[in-house]
């Protein structure tokens, strides 16, 4: 099944299935960094913009935002909640090439993350292709130490009430199952049966940092433990749950 059916499927339910990074940014990371980068008279690029969950926050910092996205049906409901200065255009984000005018700051939150790393890699690629020299990306990526995190918390929380890791209910370790060892070794693991790409912190240098780009910052962006535990215990606190926030400049 393609991605963009795929995502055209998701547009309806899409505030059940897809976690909304917006909202759960407890410390306003992302925030902080976009308003960095605001300018009333230049375009951003929301490189996979969904159902426009980033709109409320780029549109009144910049003189247009360009969203763009591979389903029709989400840039639909996009554009219901979409203030004036938001354009759209539905591309696929993975194409050897997109065609798009270069800018000085884009924005690819949580976009690069499906079960195909050809895929995600291309999408990677391609954002930072569209970015003029001495403009920025902001990414935002699953973090695979995270997942490691969680899945370390949820075995103690059954330890502690008595039960082996081979007596947790399989289905809340299946993404650690043997046959699918070779997709976490890819860091694809499955969330609600969806496979998932999660980035590691030494994958990310090799992504974003060689002799054109460089890598100015990188952030925790931290959610609560309810976004991973149901009914987590209150004294269950730091470290919290996060995804990678990557700054880039391109330098060439």
Partial sequence: MSDRIIWDKNAE???EDVFNVYRNDTKGIIKKYVKN???KDKTVIDFGC??????????????EVLAVDISRKCIDRAREIAPENVVFKRMDLALAKVDLNPTDFLICCNVAISGNNKRNYRILANALSLLNKNGTAIFVLPAFESMS?????LIDLY???????SEIPQGELMHLSGERRA???EGIVYINDAPTKHYMFPELFSLFHDTSFQIQAIEKVEYDWETEIDSPPKWLR???PWDWMVEVKRVK
Avoid: M, Q
């Fill in 13 to 15: 339910t899409y505030e």
């Fill in 37 to 39: 980068y605001a300018d």
């Fill in 50 to 63: 969904g159902i426009g969950n980033a709109l409320s926050l780029l549109s009144p910092l910049f003189a």
């Fill in 149 to 153: 995190l969680s899945t370390w918390r």
């Fill in 159 to 165: 330890n502690k009430e008595g039960l082996k890791i």
């Fill in 183 to 185: 997709e976490l070794e």
């Fill in 238 to 240: 730091d470290p919290y």
